[in-house]
């Protein structure tokens, strides 16, 4: 058994103007596919075969360097198709909007501080919102194709949103300017999707 690229929900050209359709394309076809045959290789033969990518990446040795870049890189991007949508944008409601409240103080400060750690992760990297057991949730961002799922990040949890910062999931369109990227992000985010994650990771 190996993992399998998934399907988008949506055509490449659903998320534009926000995110281009050249993007979204060369960003699955090429990239994730690449991700997701090299952690296949990476794991054949061995005892990781057969595991779920969440059981992997929790029980991580991070020194093996194909499974942390190509099983973080099959991961996270398998979350950040699921929580864009073209339908998505505005706020989320509900439990989740508490969490964010009770942690930010207002979903203003949650988008600030979000944007914050995706525009200053150095290089290539990842911003995330991740739940822990009880609720709480916590903005944090980790390095290439890390996550917090996996051991010692610097972040904990269980990711429920994340936004991809590197080049190749905006250069196209936006070159330099990756605040204009984080910003438009937040017109796709799918928070009925992140809800439903919250509600299971929490
Ligand atoms: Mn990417």
Known sequence: ????????????????PHIDARTMEIHHDKHHAGYTSKLNDAIKGTDLEGKTIENILINLD???MAVRNNGGGFYNHSLFWKVMSPDGGGKPTGALLDAITDAFGSFEAFKSEFSNAAGSRFGSGWAWLCVHNGGKVEVCSTPNQDNPLMPDTGCGGTPI?????????YYLNYQNRRPDYVDAFFNVINWEE?????????
Request: hydrophobic letters at 40%; aromatic letters at 14%.
């Open 62 to 64: 991070m020194s093996n």
């Open 194 to 202: 992140v809800s439903k994650r919250y509600e299971e990771g929490k």
């Open 1 to 16: 058994m190996s993992f399998e690229l998934p399907k988008l929900d949506y055509a490449f050209d659903a998320l534009e």
């Open 161 to 169: 949103l994340g936004l991809d910062v590197w080049e190749h999931a």
